[in-house]
């Protein structure tokens, strides 16, 4: 069952804490491991040297019952002490960012035994990269089979608590200037590190369209911003996108009000040629404006019938183009 009609139906919940896991997880993790320096992109895109911490989480095939037993370290489970040094040795000082998650990775895979590990997840840090926020946050999952090989892997960008001065707000004193917001960006897809040469462009990019707005509401903040994403993330191969806004001064008694919003972003089959990729694009926006054009809150039954018509043909259009259409998450 698609997982947004099911999310819908009220059986599976949309919130990553308590969304269906695997019955059984056996986790050895380092947390916030020091690098001596790291190469990236600054907030003017040049590449220097900067510091960079760095998470891993391995998840282990089976669990670590005969370690827990003995109560001593084997087989089953993994040296997180080791692990450590390994990745520490292994990230030689100015070593280039995305190619850093690879060697942590590899370090981490080095140390299980005999397909012993399902799934690495490693996220680098890197505050001084981004011109608004904490901190660039790079990741990278690998899921492995019995044989040590990666069957999927994911990478997700984040660029964590931009601070921007946004006028927003429905009430008349908000209108009398603009207040901060703190605003989360995190992009995801099977290759996307390759292709942000220059994160901090997408950064800037996002605070100039955010700090330009004057919407009374979040929501309609957040679908704006992600429209105006929609071209750039197509660039870089992304398929998911997340924004999150947090307006610190809403609510007196509260730390934050946070509007959220996570999509999928559209995908086309790559086995049509760009000729007929494009006619399906085409064929897609013409039927989007007729809808434009005609509202199904009119109370006109020609109206609606015409509004129902234009639906079926856009959803005719994108299945036979093997178009998936941007929805929620």
């Known amino acids: 069952?698609?997982?947004?009609?099911?999310?819908?139906?009220?059986?599976?919940?949309?919130?990553p804490d308590f969304?269906?896991?695997?019955?059984?997880?056996?986790?050895?993790?380092?947390?916030g491991?020091?690098?001596?320096?790291?190469l990236a992109p600054n907030i003017w895109g040049d590449i220097?040297?900067?510091p960079a911490r760095v998470n891993v989480k391995v998840y282990?095939?089976?669990?670590?019952?005969?370690?827990?037993?003995?109560?001593?370290?084997d087989g089953s489970t993994l040296h997180y002490g080791n692990l450590a040094k390994r990745i520490r040795k292994a990230c030689v000082p100015e070593t280039a960012v995305p190619s850093i998650l690879g060697v942590v990775i590899d370090n981490a895979l080095g140390l299980g035994t005999g397909g012993s590990i399902a799934e690495i997840v490693v996220e680098l840090i890197l505050p001084k990269a981004t011109a608004y926020g904490e901190a660039i946050h790079l990741s990278e999952s690998r899921i492995y089979r019995n044989d040590d090989t990666a069957s999927i892997v994911r990478q997700k960008y984040e660029c964590k608590r931009m601070k921007l001065m946004v006028l927003v707000g429905v009430n008349a004193y908000e209108r009398r200037g603009k207040q901060p917001l703190i605003v989360d960006l995190s992009i995801g897809g099977t290759a996307i590190h390759a292709a942000m040469n220059e994160p901090v462009v997408l950064e800037r990019f996002l605070a100039d369209i955010v700090e330009r707005t004057d919407f009374e509401t979040l929501e309609s903040?957040?679908?704006?911003?992600?429209?105006?994403?929609?071209g750039r993330l197509n660039d870089i191969k992304a398929d998911v996108v997340g924004l999150r806004f947090e307006k610190p001064a809403a609510i007196?008694?509260?730390?934050?009000a946070v509007v959220e919003i996570r999509r999928r972003l559209a995908q086309i089959d790559p086995s049509l040629d760009d000729t007929t990729t494009n006619v399906i694009e085409e064929d897609v926006r013409a039927v989007n404006d007729s809808m434009d054009m005609v509202s199904p809150s009119q109370p006109s039954t020609t109206v609606d019938a015409r509004y129902r018509t234009c639906k079926l043909a856009r959803d005719?259009?994108?299945?036979?183009?093997?178009?998936?259409?941007?929805?929620?998450?």
């Open 1 to 15: 069952m698609d997982k947004a009609i099911d999310q819908r139906s009220g059986t599976l919940s949309s919130d």
């Open 19 to 31: 969304a269906l896991q695997p019955a059984n997880n056996s986790i050895v993790a380092v947390q």
């Open 33 to 38: 491991l020091q690098l001596d320096s790291a």
């Open 48 to 50: 220097k040297p900067q």
């Open 60 to 73: 282990l095939r089976n669990d670590f019952s005969s370690a827990a037993a003995a109560d001593a370290l």
């Open 221 to 230: 903040l957040a679908e704006h911003a992600f429209i105006s994403l929609k």
């Open 252 to 256: 007196a008694f509260a730390d934050a």
């Open 316 to 329: 005719e259009v994108i299945g036979n183009g093997k178009l998936i259409d941007n929805k929620s998450v």
